[in-house]
Nanobody
Framework: QVQLVESGGGLVQAGGSLRLSCAAS????????MGWFRQAPGKEREFVAS????????HYADSVKGRFTISRDNAKNTVYLQMNDLKPEDTAVYYC??????????????????WGQGTQVTVSL
């Protein structure tokens, strides 16, 4: 069993930056694809970014490409999401998730077996 805990969310003005962290405990995440998803009020949860086991391969939703960067530190059992040039439409609860051994961009929620509790990101005008 693995536990995922997100942190780093908060309130930021448009154009600002935040860095989310996802700390894992209970099991190593070094052998797993990891992903970030988000869910805005009244909307379905959507894919944001994913990263392969080694961190060499990444994939992003078109809406965040060029602004967000996913990374990982397997020695710390932690995954990060650096978010720059934030926009009001980025407002959502952000979730990290643990996927499978094999990396296939992993944009579908069904490819992930473990989820964190989420962290709120609010972007004001």
């Amino acid at each position: 069993q693995v536990q995922l805990v997100e942190s780093g969310g908060g309130l930021v003005q448009a154009g600002g930056s935040l860095r989310l962290s996802c700390a894992a405990s209970g099991r190593t995440i070094s052998t797993s694809t990891m992903g970030w998803f988000r869910q805005a009020p009244g909307k379905e949860r959507e894919f944001v970014a994913s990263i392969s086991r080694s961190g060499v391969s990444t994939h992003y939703a078109d809406s965040v490409k060029g602004r967000f960067t996913i990374s990982r530190d397997n020695a710390k059992n932690t995954v990060y999401l650096q978010m720059n040039d934030l926009k009001p439409e980025d407002t959502a609860v952000y979730y990290c998730a643990k996927g499978s051994y094999y990396y296939t961009q992993a944009t579908d929620m069904t490819e992930y077996g473990y989820w964190g509790q989420g962290t709120q990101v609010t972007v004001s005008l």
